[in-house]
């Protein structure tokens, strides 16, 4: 989900999605008619919710006032199938300061706004702030876990540091997060509320989205058959071919895959069993270099492969590539192909690959799956 998907989306997702930030994107209005207002989370909604999101989900007290925010999304719903783009936004009626968390199942919680494309939070009084921006040239990809995401937006009437700065995880980047998780949110907010200056205006709303399985489509319905899964707007994405050499292997059988970008583009393969057990495929200590070739067909498992990657657990397999014609920061460890990710290196990988390039002339994406039997 942002989670684990909002990542917002948990990316098994695919790896070095990231695009370079061109200086610092302003915040910009949006007029679309695909977004409409959603249904801010009641107390009934907590049922659906685990006990860190609970927790953040009561964190703060808005002050009565005139100040108040909206919510927009582009599902009315707000359910999301993983694989899909998810449409965040804001609105308040005055002018004001916006901050915006999502917490996911884990507890793991991470600013969304601001963010390392946008680093003012100032609206005007009835702008529609999307999140990210249409100037970020970004957009959120759902991915998994499914389940719930907690978004929470605080409005503030004049520029307020809701988290303090050492509260921040250094490791992370675009999207920040926070060290001690939901526990550190909780408090910040508690101490927000408690000692705002005497004529600050704070809106706090609460937001829950719901993430389900992807409907399932041609291309990635057959094991074993290399497949190209660039569903909707394709226009102008180019071919990237994936391929593994049998539908069906053994567990710890070798895995020959091989992968062809039509264009010279920034590599991220990551390999995930039906436990949610994942690796990185590439790159990896064995071929650390993010960058391909165009056209050229690139072994990154067996037959002559400087690494091999063996068939996991019984049940499947889904290895998923993302390729993009520009460099993008990777704020993961280089692993072996040998390694599992672990929790939190599979969540913080999934948020920030979940977020991919608007314009498709500049990414390629492939997905292939196989059977794996005792």
């Known amino acids: 989900m942002l989670r684990n998907f909002l990542t917002f989306t948990a990316l098994v997702a695919l790896c070095g999605l990231f695009a370079a930030a061109p200086g610092q994107a302003q915040s910009q209005e949006t007029g679309d008619k695909n977004l409409s207002l959603a249904n801010p989370a009641t107390q009934a909604d907590e049922t659906d919710l685990n006990a860190e999101q609970i927790r953040v989900f009561r964190a703060g007290k808005p002050r009565p006032g005139s100040l108040q925010i909206l919510t927009l999304l582009d599902r009315a719903d707000a359910t999301y199938g993983i694989g899909e783009t998810l449409r965040l936004a804001v609105k308040s009626n005055e002018a004001a300061y916006i901050t915006v968390f999502s917490v996911g199942a884990s507890g793991r919680t991470t600013q969304l706004f601001p963010n390392g494309y946008e680093s003012n939070n100032h609206i005007r009084a009835g702008q529609t702030l999307e999140i990210p921006s249409a100037a970020s040239e970004t957009r959120i990809k759902v991915t998994g876990p499914v389940g719930r995401e907690l978004i929470k937006v ?55 989205i719901r993430t389900v399985p992807a409907r399932l489509t041609a291309a990635s319905s057959e094991p074993g058959v290399a497949s190209d899964t660039m569903s909707g707007d394709t226009a102008g994405r180019f071919p990237l071919l994936l391929a593994v050499d049998k539908q069906s292997y053994h567990v710890g059988e070798p895995i020959t895959m091989t992968v062809t970008p039509m264009q010279s583009c920034y590599l991220t393969v990551i390999a995930t069993d039906n436990s949610g057990r994942s690796r990185r495929i590439f790159p990896s200590t064995a071929m650390p270099s993010r960058q391909v070739t165009g056209r050229e067909t690139l072994v990154l498992s067996g037959s ?24 993008r920061t990777a704020n993961f460890r280089v692993r072996a192909v040998t390694e599992d990710l672990s929790e939190e290196e599979k969540e913080q990988a999934l948020r920030d690959l979940a977020v991919v390039p608007a314009q498709p002339a500049r990414l390629g994406i492939a997905e292939v ?5 005792p």
Not at 167 to 191: I, M
Not at 194 to 202: C, H, I, M, S, V
């Open 154 to 208: 605080i409005a503030t009437s004049k520029p307020v540091k809701v988290v303090p700065e050492a509260h921040y995880d250094s490791s992370t980047g675009l999207f920040r997060t926070l060290a001690a998780g939901a526990e550190e949110l909780d408090r910040d907010l508690e101490v927000v509320s408690a000692n705002p200056p005497g004529d600050l205006k704070l809106a706090i709303i609460n937001q829950v």
């Open 304 to 327: 002559g492969a400087p690494q091999t990657f063996t068939a996991l657990r019984p049940g499947h397999g889904t290895v998923r590539a993302v390729c993009t014609t520009e460099a």
């Open 369 to 373: 799956s196989f059977g794996i039997v």
